[in-house]
T-cell receptor, first 115, second 114 residues
């Protein structure tokens, strides 16, 4: 079946640096991908919609200059957390949809720890 | 904006018994999709079941079935013959379809008692 892959699964970075997370659709083309954030013991919150070849659409309250999203190809979207702070530490997970039946696949998620 | 409400933070059931997880949602749309996802400690999101709002028939996947009440905006999940491997967080989610992301409820932690 369709697979969405995320990399890295875990990353630790220093405060003030930037870190990039990749989301790939392995066997289908995804014009739209989605990025979510999940704090411990909480639900998933949609951060932004990544659109291939155009700007991402951010949810209210999400800083677009801090969470840079690039969807340069039909199989790859990247989330870059810029000038990371400890409060950015979280679980980030992406998803991609296939077909008109709205079948959605999730990546494995990425744990970000900012120290 | 759409909202999804899961009123049960935690549920516990004996192995082999049946449990029902509740979910209500709010939307002004007539066409949409509803989902139940399972999230084990690995954090991988696993699709349990999916329902298209235009379909009156309740979706079923083996031991998992839903009770979809469109007028009441209710979408409960029934797990029959509960197994130890069913223990996880369960999230109810809504999507308007197409380019819409998912709106999740806060989740229900399901505990299976052996």
């Amino acid at each position: 079946g369709a697979v969405v892959s995320q990399h890295p699964s875990r990353v630790i970075c220093k405060s003030g640096t930037s870190v990039k997370i990749e989301c790939r659709s392995l066997d289908f083309q995804a014009t739209t991908m989605f990025w979510y954030r999940q704090f411990p013991k909480q639900s998933l919150m949609l951060m932004a919609t990544s659109n291939e070849g155009s700007k991402a659409t951010y949810e209210q309250g999400v800083e677009k200059d801090k969470f840079l999203i690039n969807h340069a190809s039909l199989t790859l979207s990247t989330l870059t957390v810029t000038s990371a702070h400890p409060e950015d530490s979280s679980f980030y997970i992406c998803s991609a949809g296939q077909g008109t039946g709205n079948t959605i696949y999730f990546g494995e998620g990425s744990w970000l720890t900012v120290v | 904006a759409q909202t999804v409400t899961q009123s049960q933070p935690e549920m516990s059931v004996q192995e082999a018994e049946t449990v029902t997880l509740s979910c209500t949602y709010d939307t002004s749309e007539s066409d949409y999709y509803l989902f139940w996802y399972k999230q084990p400690p690995s954090r991988q999101m696993i699709l349990v079941i999916r329902q298209e709002a235009y379909k009156q028939q309740n979706a079923t996947e083996n031991r998992f079935s839903v009770n979809f009440q469109k007028a009441a905006k209710s979408f409960s999940l029934k797990i029959s013959d509960s197994q130890l491997g069913d223990a996880a967080m369960y999230f109810c989610a809504y999507s308007g379809g197409g380019a819409d992301g998912l709106t999740f409820g806060k989740g229900t932690h399901l505990i299976i008692q052996p």
